[in-house]
């Protein structure tokens, strides 16, 4: 896919939520992500990297603002725009009684594709790195870098256009998180626009191709990969954390 | 979509330990209840036969029909009453008949073997009400919010599903996956019936149906409670802690409580209190015969004094026993017909408090399904009710015979005492095959299904409000 070929997949147009409590979770942030293009969302908890997500989920509404998912807007036409979305959470924990073949053929019918045949998800398996001998044996013996795996396998047999990472390589060893890297680097190749929040700066600054700091539900700092190999992530996000903490002080 | 969450859901429970554990123990139970059913029932023909024999073969020996004066009637039992207890054990299995007062009933299953009046039987009823519940919310309690926290409600969410499909798969499949299998052990009970034995009537069968229906209706009830309960609360753990007091007060609390706080706004004059007054009536008659009794021996010694011509002496005579006659009848027509004003007036508030405890306990889906399988199995108060009743049709059919046979009616003692004491004995045996067999029937099935048609429409309602509850909280549900 070229330069000129990209186009933008997922877009965040002044996203502000605000709850009943009177907490502003997210003020007017703005971003966007073309197709084969990896967007890193560093931030402290509760910096409002959840409900970024959470809001093209369609999990809550906007108070104003949009989330678009391919020009859907997901408040409006939320069954449509889930339909070009893929997901993997934290903890991928999934259905502890199901084999990994019978999780990914669950979601998978659930995401629409009904055409897999068990020979995709046996592939799928392997190309997420996860042992066949794994494949039929019930998840309840998973480890969490098993089950993120299975996660991961789940968003790629959906095949769609925009994939939401919360935090998906927390709690992963140095091996996993390496492997979990070069899958991202493939569905970038792929074409595919992926939205990731991280706490790991140097995995972001590693895999990603724009970097955005998340403070107090605001988007102090977003940068290309180009310019941050003149700047030092890790000096960034202290410095933006380091404000965060002097306003509160 | 719909089936396929559906599938999932019957895979997922089906697939789990707890359900192999929670089925087997179940199934185990059923099979045991209708095992116990049925040998409870072998065992109650064989003493109900033994005992109708020993009746009859007390007038074996009698040469005159005017000795049979009384006859001992029991309650057949029936194979629904032994699977659905209801309330047989406690109720009389005897009553004594002799064509004037109403029968009482006595000597209780309880009374003969205290120790199941501990305990109680482990019967169909029992292991419906109280297994089948808890085996319902030990499934459902986390149906919504138990998925929210191992993460699988967010990432079904994460594709274009509607809400309403994804909880309607979700109940109909967690509902198929806990009532199929347990129709499983329903038909090896029902299978056990033939193979020990036992002949059920149509009307029997179709009971029996109506009784299971109630069953999963009431499966059900639990269930949709489970899953709004667990739509309204975002942690598991609330919503088994919540669900468990409702299963506490529902079937442990209510039931009992209706009875009490009815008992204490009805009361019910006791048994004993009329005794008194019949006593006391009956004083007062003793009293009054004195002076009417003085009288009339006055009036016939006058008489006599006057003419002591044998023939008006004997029209004398016969005017006096006449007169006692016309006397002692009214004064037990009176005193019967005190004593029975004051049994239908108790009657009748017993009516009304019993009406008032199974309105208040009609707030639990427990009571609602007790007294729907009651009525089904003829094992509900109606059993005493029906019972009483057909022993009056009995005892009334039991005078006409007893006038059948000795030309006197069975409610003039008198007569009875002087055909008694004549000199001439008949020498032949009576036949005891000609004294009318009692046999209890169970009310007609129409009468029947009517009267367990309301708490059905009931455990229908307690499923649609709670399915209606558990599908709103989902629709408002925090997917997050």
Not at chain 1, 107 to 129: C, I, M, N, P
Not at chain 2, 31 to 39: E, V, W
Not at chain 2, 201 to 220: H, K, M, N, P
Request: charged share 25%.
């Amino acid at each position: 896919m070229t330069e000129t070929e990209k186009s933008v997949v997922l877009e965040a147009d002044k996203l502000t939520k605000r709850y009943e409590d009177g907490v502003l979770a997210l003020d007017e942030v703005s971003f966007a992500i073309n197709s084969s293009e990896i967007f890193a969302m560093l931030g402290a908890n509760g910096a409002g990297k959840t409900t970024t997500i959470n809001l093209f989920l369609n999990f809550i509404e906007p108070t104003s603002g949009e989330a678009r998912v391919s020009g859907i807007v997901t408040h409006k036409e939320p069954l449509l725009a889930k339909e070009k979305i893929a997901y993997v959470s934290e903890n991928v924990m999934l259905y502890q009684n199901f084999s990994a073949i019978q999780n990914l053929d669950y979601f998978a019918k659930l995401g629409g594709k009904k055409e897999y045949s068990r020979d995709d998800y046996r592939d799928v398996l392997l190309r997420v790195g996860l042992q066949e001998e794994a494949h039929n044996k019930r998840l309840k013996g998973f480890s969490k870098g098993m089950r993120q795996k299975c996660g991961i396998a789940i968003a790629i047999l959906k095949d769609a256009p925009a994939i939401l990472l919360d935090e998906p390589t927390s709690g992963l060893d140095p091996k996993a998180g390496y492997e979990f890297s070069r899958l991202l680097d493939k569905l970038r190749s792929e074409g595919k626009s992926i939205l990731m929040s991280t706490h790991d700066i140097f995995r972001a600054r590693e895999i990603a191709d724009t970097v955005g700091i998340m403070n107090q539900g605001k988007l102090v700092m977003q940068a290309d990969k180009d310019e941050l190999s003149d700047k030092d992530l890790e000096q960034l996000y202290m410095k933006y954390m380091a404000g965060y903490m002097e306003d509160a002080a | 979509m719909f089936k396929l969450i559906l599938y999932k859901e019957l895979r997922e429970i089906i697939g789990s330990t707890k359900f192999a554990v929670t089925f087997g123990i179940c199934s185990i139970l059923i099979i045991l209840a209708f095992f116990s059913g049925i040998k409870n029932y072998q065992t109650g023909m064989e003493e109900y036969e033994a005992s109708k024999a020993a009746a009859l073969r007390q007038y074996e020996k009698e040469t005159e029909w005017t000795k049979v004066n009384s006859l001992q009637i029991f309650l057949t039992p029936e194979p629904l009453m032994s699977l659905i207890m209801g309330i047989s054990n406690d109720l009389g299995r005897t009553s004594y008949v002799n064509g004037r007062n109403k029968p009482e009933i006595y000597d209780s299953n309880y009374s003969q073997q205290p120790v199941f009046a501990v305990f109680r039987y482990l019967d169909l009823e029992f292991v419906f009400q109280v297994v089948l519940s808890l085996f319902a919310i030990l499934f459902a309690f986390d149906a919504i919010n138990g998925e929210k926290e191992r993460g699988t409600l967010r990432l079904s969410f994460v594709n274009s599903i509607p809400r309403a499909t994804y909880i309607l798969g979700k109940i109909t499949g967690s509902f198929l996956a806990l009532a199929l299998p347990l129709l499983i052990p329903i038909l090896i009970g029902i299978l056990l019936l033939p193979l020990m034995g036992i002949v059920l009537s149509a009307d029997e069968w179709i009971r029996l149906t109506f009784f299971i229906v109630c069953g999963l209706l009431y499966l059900g009830v639990f269930l949709t409670l489970s899953v709004f309960v667990s739509g309204l609360t975002q942690r598991s753990s609330s919503s088994f802690l919540f669900l468990l007091v409702i299963w506490v007060f529902s079937v442990l609390i209510v039931p009992r409580a209706s009875v009490i706080i009815a008992g204490n706004m009805i009361e019910v004059p006791s048994k004993e209190e009329i005794s008194i007054k019949v006593m006391k009536l009956q004083q007062q008659q003793s009293i009054e015969s004195e002076q009417k009794l003085k009288e009339l021996y006055r009036n016939y010694f006058q008489a006599l004094s006057k003419n002591s011509d044998p023939e008006a002496s004997a029209r004398e005579e016969k005017k006096l026993q006449e007169s006692l006659e016309k006397m002692l009848t009214e004064r037990t027509k009176k005193r019967e017909d005190f004593s029975s004003r004051l049994k239908e007036e108790r009657r009748n508030i017993q009516s009304g408090q019993e009406k008032l405890a199974f309105g208040i306990s009609r707030i639990s889906p427990t009571a609602v399904f007790s007294l729907a399988s009651t009525t089904l199995s003829g094992t509900s108060l109606e059993l005493r009710d029906h019972y009483q009743k057909t022993a009056e049709a009995f005892s009334s059919s039991f005078a006409d015979f007893y006038f059948e046979k000795t030309g006197f009616n069975i409610g003039n003692p008198l007569k009875i005492m002087l055909a008694m004491n004549k000199k001439e004995k008949s020498i032949t045996l009576i036949d005891t095959s000609e004294i009318p067999e009692f046999v209890y029937q169970a009310p007609e099935l129409s009468f029947i299904l009517k009267d367990a048609l309301p708490d059905t429409a009931i455990l229908i309602l307690f499923n649609f409000i709670f399915f209606a509850g558990a599908f709103v909280s989902f629709m408002r549900y925090d997917l997050r």
